[in-house]
């Protein structure tokens, strides 16, 4: 093994910690909420898992809701930006058009993202933690609107990166689009763990095997698992056309163990490696998977 590959987080970079939690952000009255916020329980995180053609136009525009603002994110990716301006954009993005940010209020998380830096797999609280250059940022994003959600998320490079943080990320994406690619009617769902699974241990890397995609449309999360490893005999469901799901695989440079920050959300690599994610909700035509996170 090469120096290179033996690379798991910048030296120098100090562990993160948790950064200040800024207020609540405001969203007009005019625009419709989810049934969970503020709830203890989403009673919608269950529900059908193959959509009408109705339903499946309106979460096309959530998710395309959801990628205009995760594209915003992506643009203000920078050194010496904070998390926290991060939310603020995303949340301006989406109540611009018309969208509430179905994490805010969602079973007790705070803000309109997550963002996820360096070690956090995922969760990550926007928050006043400034980035620095070298740097690698997952924005998550997810977008209500019609009574639908639409859910995406990306990896983005802050300034210069090593280029084993950028193999890192070019591995996630494609480890995403190879796990979409084979997303077909008629097949199990597990087919796409087993490929992202092979995928990623081929690179050297660990896919994340304790968070899924799963089912989205008037639940956020509507009860269908989409595993991003061979879990076999588990989650046996058998794609259907006219369900919309995310496909959402985490990568970790070394081990995927994880443990959890006592803010209750943010995921962290136990080995403080850098992890990468990306995410896409798609519809499952007769034909295959259609993105919808799209602009
Ligand atoms: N968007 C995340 C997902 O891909 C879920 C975030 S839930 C939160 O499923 F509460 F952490 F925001
Ligand atoms: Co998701
Ligand atoms: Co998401």
């Known amino acids: 093994m090469t120096v290179e590959q033996e690379w798991t987080r910048p030296e120098g970079r100090a562990l993160l910690v948790p950064g200040t939690i800024g207020p ?20 919608s995180d269950s529900g059908p898992r193959v959509q009408t053609p109705e339903i499946i136009e309106r979460v096309r525009e959530a998710s ?11 643009e203000a990716a920078q050194p010496g930006v904070t998390t926290d301006r991060i939310d603020e954009i995303v949340h301006q ?16 998380f705070e803000k309109s993202c997550c963002t996820s ?25 997810t977008a209500f609107i019609h009574g639908v959600h639409g859910d995406c998320n990306a990896t983005f490079a802050v300034g210069e990166i090593h ?3 950028q193999d890192l990320i070019t ?15 008629g097949r199990e769902v597990n087919v796409i763990g087993r490929v992202i699974e092979k995928f990623v241990a081929r690179h050297g890397y660990e896919s994340v095997q304790d968070y899924t995609g799963h089912g989205v449309a008037e639940g956020f999360h509507n009860g269908l698992i989409i ?11 058998v794609i259907e056309e006219g369900m919309t799901f995310t496909i959402e695989p985490m990568v970790t440079i070394g081990s995927q163990a994880w443990e959890q920050w006592d803010d209750g959300w943010t995921v962290v690599t136990k080995d403080r490696s850098f992890t990468a ?17 799209v602009v």
Do not use: W
Not at 120 to 133: F, L, N, R, W, Y
Not at 227 to 237: E, G, K, L, N, T
């Open 171 to 185: 591995v996630a994406h494609e480890t995403m689009m190879r796990g979409i690619k084979v997303a077909k009617p």
């Open 277 to 293: 994610q990306f995410e896409h909700t798609m519809v499952i035509n007769a034909d295959g998977p259609e993105l919808l996170t």
């Open 117 to 141: 830096l360096n070690e956090i797999i995922c969760h990550g609280i926007p928050d006043s933690t400034v980035m620095e250059a070298g740097d690698i940022l997952n924005v998550d994003v």
């Open 163 to 165: 280029p084993r943080a």
């Open 24 to 43: 609540r952000r405001g969203v007009p009255v005019k625009i419709e909420r989810p049934e969970y916020v503020d709830k203890d329980e989403a009673v």
């Open 93 to 108: 993005v989406l109540i611009e058009n018309g969208a509430y940010p179905s994490t805010l209020g969602y079973l007790g």
């Open 64 to 74: 395309r809701i959801a990628a205009l603002a995760l594209q915003a994110a992506g």
């Open 227 to 237: 595993p991003h490893y061979d879990s076999a005999p588990m989650f046996d469901d």
